[in-house]
């Protein structure tokens, strides 16, 4: 595009960050307890979409609100479509943040808050470069289409129901990923695991909220006869409460899909308690084959391809239901094996107690590096970088694999420290800009 077009981007650079910090203000998180007509996810994803729709609007495109499961804005081209898919909903905020969550706070050049990776930031980004495009006249080939989804980190009910009102678009980005282009993404398996009978001298034991977010609380309650010496070996903190122990494990939080890069508070916990309670074949199992790595090996199922690399598995949420333990195990699979061998392997390895009881899969995704699509994504993404970088593989899922022909394009850059899931999470202003200047070059690469 010609400077006058990417000139209009930083010209409404206030106004940009205005419209994100209107969406950021909003805690999007999915509330089913409180759901309704027209907000199938609850009031305040609700509120995301009316605001993500109202700004649409604002900027001349036409509108769409799919019953309040997703929303979509149009820039009128050809038969065929690009669809651009984000999505409103966030993970919930967790606790210790530096600065308010929702208070889109602007501090040293970044903007904290809940969603400004993911993926309201990149959200707003490809409104921007979207209207960037209309205003210069430019004659789109494709009709671009930019899909809010409301449901994306959960089960992405949103783009189901969305396939039952209205036809997939031919082509389609996901910046709801890593730069340079995300051409394949391992399998998802989120198991509901009843590992066993825990020892009686453990009262509770609970931590994280959700199956794709490292927790970094652990919490116990033992019996108070329970010998804690042991404990001198481990970082666990020791409280009374009501005649009984309460014990603490903390970690750093992450998403689920990539483990390795947080700290998992209940790894600390299982090991204490094994200690403690050494003739326990459960909390030794688990101590022993799930925590001592996030790839298998430990467990006896070191699972590996060419294509996407390891498998990972990562502890998500842990409770204790009539003195079993009950584990939800967020597992990212290479695109070469079929989610029936990773349960195989994961039984086979386990203790007899051990059960699956429940799975919710995403099947891998995996699209030819030398597709149309991945090439003009890379040459934009190279042109704009001045590299020569190539498509890459992640744990991660993206609404790609939902999609008929779909890759994630963005938002993070190589090296930049990775936010999303995280406590403080947060958008660098100069990224975010830069974003929406990579965007707008997409939108016009591949609609032109």
């Known amino acids: 595009m010609n400077r006058a077009v990417d000139k209009w981007i930083d010209d409404h650079k206030e106004e940009l960050i205005e419209a994100l910090r209107a969406n950021l203000s909003i805690a999007s998180v999915k509330d089913t307890e409180h759901a309704g007509e027209g907000a199938p996810f609850g009031p305040m994803i609700r509120k995301a979409l009316d605001d993500a729709i109202g700004r649409g609007k604002a900027l001349g495109f036409d509108t769409v609100d799919y019953d309040g499961y997703c929303g979509a804005i149009d820039m009128a081209g050809g038969d065929e479509q690009l669809g651009v898919i984000c999505h409103l909903d966030v993970v919930p905020e967790g606790t210790g943040w530096t600065y308010p969550p929702y208070g889109g706070e602007i501090h040293d050049g970044k903007l904290y808050a809940r969603g400004t990776m993911d993926d309201k930031g990149p959200m707003i980004a490809c409104l921007y470069a979207a209207k960037a495009l209309k205003m210069s006249g430019f004659r789109p080939r494709r009709t671009l289409r930019l899909i809010f989804g409301c449901d994306e980190e959960n089960n992405m009910a949103c783009i189901k129901y969305y396939k039952t009102k209205v036809k997939m678009p031919d082509l389609a980005i996901s910046p709801d990923g890593d730069f340079p282009v995300i051409n394949v993404e391992k399998g998802i398996y989120a198991m509901e695991l009843d590992v066993?009978?825990?020892?009686?001298?453990?009262?509770?034991?609970?931590?994280?909220?959700?199956?794709?977010?490292?927790?970094?609380?652990?919490?116990?309650?033992?019996?108070?006869?329970?010998?804690?010496?042991?404990?001198?070996?481990?970082?666990?903190?020791?409280?009374?409460?009501?005649?009984?122990?309460?014990?603490?494990?903390?970690?750093?939080?992450?998403?689920?899909?990539?483990?390795?890069?947080?700290?998992?508070?209940?790894?600390?916990?299982?090991?204490?308690?094994?200690?403690?309670?050494?003739?326990?074949?459960?909390l030794a199992f688990v101590a022993e084959k799930m925590c001592r790595d996030v790839n298998g090996k430990a467990w006896g199922f070191p699972l590996e391809d060419e294509v996407s690399g390891k498998i990972t598995h990562s502890i998500g949420v842990v409770s204790l239901k009539n003195g079993n333990l009950k584990i939800k195990l967020d597992v990212r699979y290479p695109v070469t094996y079929k989610d029936s061998f990773v349960a195989e392997a994961m039984k086979k390895n386990s203790i007899d107690s051990f059960k699956i009881e429940e799975g919710h899969i995403k099947q891998p995704l995996h699209v030819d590096a030398d597709s149309p699509l991945v090439k003009g994504l890379l040459e934009v993404y190279n042109k704009e970088m001045s590299c020569d970088a190539k498509p890459i593989a992640i744990g991660g899922g993206t609404y790609s694999r939902m999609l008929p022909m779909c890759v994630a394009f963005g938002p993070s850059f190589p090296g930049d420290t990775q936010v999303i899931h995280e406590i403080n999470e947060y958008v660098s202003i100069d990224r975010l800009m830069q974003m929406a200047h990579i965007y707008l070059e997409a939108f016009a690469k591949m609609c032109g």
């Open 196 to 282: 066993g009978k825990v020892s009686d001298a453990v009262l509770d034991i609970s931590a994280g909220s959700r199956t794709n977010v490292v927790p970094d609380l652990c919490t116990a309650l033992v019996d108070k006869s329970l010998d804690l010496k042991p404990l001198e070996k481990f970082n666990v903190e020791v409280k009374e409460a009501d005649g009984r122990i309460q014990l603490l494990t903390r970690g750093k939080s992450t998403h689920g899909a990539m483990p390795h890069t947080g700290v998992n508070a209940t790894w600390e916990m299982f090991r204490a308690l094994s200690a403690c309670l050494p003739d326990d074949k459960t």
